[in-house]
């Protein structure tokens, strides 16, 4: 079973539509982040938390909100999506230091396309 | 801030032609330097770390590298199954959070 997992995995929706895409991970790992990839652009940091209480924006959070459910959950919502949020979506845990080694563990991506 | 420039953007190699990509970063207290291999459409997949100058990991037909200003991930004899992008991050003392900044990858294509 995949360690970091994320629904759905592919999505079409319009323009004004509010929509959630979740991540769920069995690593135990405190940290949890959400990206999304572009072609050109690599991958931009959306929205990180280190624990269930701690959420912070990343370099690119406006027109996104997330909730930390639980350890293992992390969700990122669109409230209003327009198209330029069309990209590829990632989510990904680490652990906090002491916990283990610093690397990221990246979910298989959630391909998001507003019309 | 930290900085990271992936070089080639693209490279084309023929089977078993070894070759090198190049990750040059800028950061402040370096801890740690990453490299993934994504493969299109899926999330990137961890294949090393490095955390001090000289330091050297392997793995099958990849060995890492690093140094003060850069690092290398070089490719020896690669098959077409190598063919992916490749990424670095680095994870410095910046704003006391450790969160990686990652480099826009290198797309390797290797032909048989």
């Known amino acids: 079973d995949a360690d970091v997992t994320q629904t759905p995995r592919n999505r079409i929706t319009k323009t004004g539509k509010r929509i959630m895409l979740e991540c769920s991970q069995t690593k135990g790992h405190d940290r949890m982040y959400w990206y999304r990839q572009d072609p050109g652009l690599g991958l931009r940091l959306i929205y990180y938390s280190f624990d269930v209480k701690d959420i912070n924006k990343g370099e690119i959070s406006d027109g996104y909100s997330v909730s930390r459910q639980a350890q293992a959950k992390f969700s990122l919502s669109l409230e209003s999506a327009i198209p330029n949020q069309t990209a590829l979506y990632f989510c990904?845990?680490?652990?906090?230091?002491?916990?283990?080694?610093?690397?990221?563990?990246f979910g298989p991506g959630t391909r998001l396309t507003v019309t | 801030e930290d900085q990271v420039t992936q070089s080639p953007e693209a490279l084309r190699l023929q089977e078993g032609e070894s070759s090198s990509l190049n990750c040059s970063y800028t950061v402040s207290g370096l801890r740690g330097l990453f490299w993934y291999r994504q493969d299109p459409g899926k999330g990137p997949e961890f294949l090393f770390t490095l955390y001090s100058a000289g330091e050297e990991k392997e793995k099958e037909r990849l060995k890492a590298t690093l140094t003060k200003k850069e690092s290398f991930l070089h490719i020896t004899a690669p098959k077409p199954e190598d063919s992916a992008t490749y990424l670095c991050?680095?994870?410095?003392?910046?704003?006391?959070?450790?969160?990686?900044?990652f480099g826009r990858g290198t797309s390797l294509i290797v032909h048989p």
């Open positions: 990904a845990t680490s652990p906090s230091p002491g916990q283990g080694a610093p690397e990221q563990y």
């Open positions: 991050a680095v994870r410095g003392l910046s704003g006391g959070s450790y969160i990686p900044t």
